[in-house]
């Protein structure tokens, strides 16, 4: 299985700033990567494809980076209601796996 | 839009079989090009995929439930269907379902929690 370590675990920030997120994989998977924020109590939401794509919807704060092993999250001006769990996910191959999940606090 | 809404048992005995449902609308699992993927998230926040289905009928599982995990279709209904064998206290989790577009979850379910308990 293609392991998926995220770091850190946990951070906490303050509404406007740039905030940056690593998923660091077991082997080359190319740019498929997929980022994840998930919300108290409610179901995962896509952010990012394919390493830097935009899902339909999603604010423009939000940039994926990254090919081969290592793969970036960046939230570019933090806002209140970006609190929330967020995972990196790899499509490269099965069985598909997750990060362990960053958690992005507000100070 | 294509909403997805699963339904089950909250509470599974030990070595029961867990059977959950996930009713898809706005869509048809039917459509070609996706799969519709059971994802479950333990209580410790990790997620685990179990597997999918395409609408060929054709599924993929995790090697590490393969042998415990059925998934089905029934394109009449517009379902998917999840059977999880000889439950443990380990298998207690939210159960998503999820339709995905080259194995990129892009609509999921609401999450059904499941508890083994005796």
């Known amino acids: 299985d293609i392991q998926m370590t995220q770091s850190p675990s946990s951070l906490s920030a303050s509404v406007g700033d740039r905030v940056t997120i690593t998923c660091r994989t077991s082997q080359s998977i190319y740019n498929y990567v997929n980022w994840f924020q998930q919300k108290s109590g409610k179901a995962p939401k896509l952010l990012i494809y394919?390493?830097?794509t935009l899902e339909t919807g999603v604010p423009s704060r939000f940039s994926g980076s990254g090919s081969g092993t290592d793969f970036t999250l960046t939230i570019s001006s933090l806002q209140p209601e970006d609190s929330a769990r967020y995972f990196c996910q790899q499509s490269y191959t099965t069985p598909l796996t997750f990060g362990g999940g960053t958690k992005v606090e507000i100070k | 839009q294509v909403q997805l809404q699963e339904s089950g048992p909250g509470l599974v005995k030990p070595s029961q079989t867990l059977s959950l449902t996930c009713s898809v609308s706005?869509?048809?699992?039917?459509?070609?090009?996706?799969?519709w993927s059971w994802i479950r998230q333990h209580p410790g926040k990790d997620l685990e995929w179990i597997g999918y289905?395409?609408?060929?009928?054709?599924?993929y599982y995790n090697p590490s439930l393969k042998s415990r995990v059925t998934i089905s279709m029934d394109a009449s209904k517009n379902q998917l269907s999840l059977n999880l064998r000889s439950m443990t206290a380990a298998d207690t989790a939210v159960y998503y379902c999820?339709?995905?577009?080259?194995?990129?979850?892009?609509?999921w379910g609401q999450g059904s929690l499941v508890t083994v308990s005796s």
């Open positions: 706005g869509g048809s699992i039917s459509d070609g090009g996706y799969s």
């Open positions: 999820a339709r995905s577009f080259k194995d990129v979850p892009d609509y």
């Open positions: 394919s390493a830097s």
């Open positions: 289905i395409f609408e060929s009928g054709n599924t």
